[in-house]
């Protein structure tokens, strides 16, 4: 069984940073495209960032400039560091990956880490 877990989440201030992982487990074989998506109070769902296989990445334009996706390919992670945080980038947190493993290949979510930008 592959699942997604997602850990970093939590409350800082205006201007302050979080540092957000997305860890896969089960018997993978890889990971190709991985995307960040948050939901906020209210609202739907949105994407954030994306990263390819090959390490390219692309940004919704609300976090240019303040938001970096990377990815480990050894740990089976995928990280979002967020830096700058603003009050309206509170949300809850999802990651999505397309992942192959034993039973074939999908895309799976997180179960979601909560944000909170607030002074």
């Known amino acids: 069984q592959v699942q997604l877990v997602e850990s970093g989440g939590g409350l800082v201030q205006p201007g302050g940073s979080l540092r957000l992982s997305c860890a896969a487990s089960?018997?993978?074989?890889?990971?190709?495209?991985s995307g960040w998506y948050r939901q906020a109070p209210g609202k739907q769902r949105e994407w954030v960032a994306l990263?390819?296989?090959?390490?390219?990445?692309n940004y919704v334009d609300s976090v240019k400039g303040r938001f970096t996706i990377s990815r480990d390919d050894a740990k089976n992670t995928v990280y979002l560091q967020m830096n700058s945080l603003k009050p309206e980038d509170t949300a809850v947190y999802y990651c999505?990956?397309?992942?192959?493993?034993?039973?074939?290949?999908?895309?799976?979510w997180g179960q979601g880490t909560q944000v909170t930008v607030s002074s």
């Open positions: 999505n990956a397309d992942i192959a493993s034993h039973y074939g290949r999908s895309g799976y």
């Open positions: 089960g018997s993978i074989f890889g990971i190709y495209a």
């Open positions: 990263i390819g296989r090959s390490g390219g990445t």
